[in-house]
């Protein structure tokens, strides 16, 4: 089945998700010539994106490593060693405790609490209802299972602050900060520093080679440092994906605003479409979740109708609700989608539940 649905999609010609139909040769022309190569992480351009990122993020220091699931528990476990307790508090959709094999508790001794109701954010009140001492407040920018959703800047401050307030450090899993920042209206800057460590990625909106980077302070990311060692990520030779994020990120941030912008009127677009809900109504990140009224079966059979007709690639299988009748996709808007009007989005859409 995967052999199949990998076929089609290489026979297709367009799309209008993410960055688009990209191949191995792309993704190979984003490293560029003439890289300065590092030696186990020191140097060379692994040291230049990490000055970089520091500097777009406001913060004092930041280390690249291969993957955010060795990244993220490991700066968990370094706030949590230097506190009283091993209990990091975060949403339920959080990426940790649902796709990374509990890493976080198999690897680093963490417990994770679930705060707050799947269907929504966190909000303070939620974390007011927490008793028991916690070493951090993972917060994720935006929510992705929820659409793109994100709390006001208000209620991000209060949030942080109610961590604070009882020695816990705030961590941004800002796997789409840039996303975020689009939404927001606000530097990348101006909205780390609301948190003590915060983690990018860069092969999401970027389109870059696998790969992100977390920065905050110096002693922080020292020992965030050591742990990548540890786990096995301090390869040879690290600058293939740090060369890759170099060369896309800077058009990629460009880019951002038209994005959030080319997501308002996608969503306005879709109002005309009967069967087809937008979640959120109105996007506050450059991402949305689309409720279908059609079955998983029928979907799947429209999308591989459309691939082979049309040469247009669109998700080969829907995300099944609790209702049969009703699958969820979503749409990460990037550089493809750009080249899409928006009606023309809202055809698509229209197609996949004919």
Known sequence: MLDEIAARRAACTDSF??????TTADMVATIGADVEADTYGDGGVVADLEKEIAELLGKPAAVYLPSGTMAQPATLRVHADTRSSRTVLWHPYCHLARHELEAYAQLHGLVGRAV??????????????????????LLELPQRDLGGQMPSLDDL??????????????HLDGARLWEASAGY????????????TVYVSFYKGVGALPGCCVAGPEDVIAQVKEWRRRLGGTLYGLWPGAASARNKL??????????????????KAVEDVPGVRTVPAVPQAPMMHFLLSVSAGRYAENAKELAEADKFWVWPKAMETEDPDVVRVELAVGSATLRHDPAEVANILARLIA
């Not at 998700?17 to 990209?22: E, F, P, R």
């Open 17 to 22: 998700h993410g960055n688009g139909l990209t």
């Open 116 to 137: 707050g109701e799947q269907s929504r954010l966190i909000t303070l009140a939620d974390l007011e209802a927490v008793a028991e001492p916690a070493a951090a407040l």
């Open 157 to 170: 401050f209060a949030q942080v602050s109610w961590a604070r307030d009882r020695n816990m450090a705030a």
């Open 185 to 196: 209206h606000r530097s990348p800057a101006e909205i780390a520093q609301f948190f003590d």
């Open 250 to 267: 800077t058009g990629a941030l460009a880019e951002m605003p038209a994005r959030m912008d080319h997501a308002l009127a996608i969503a």
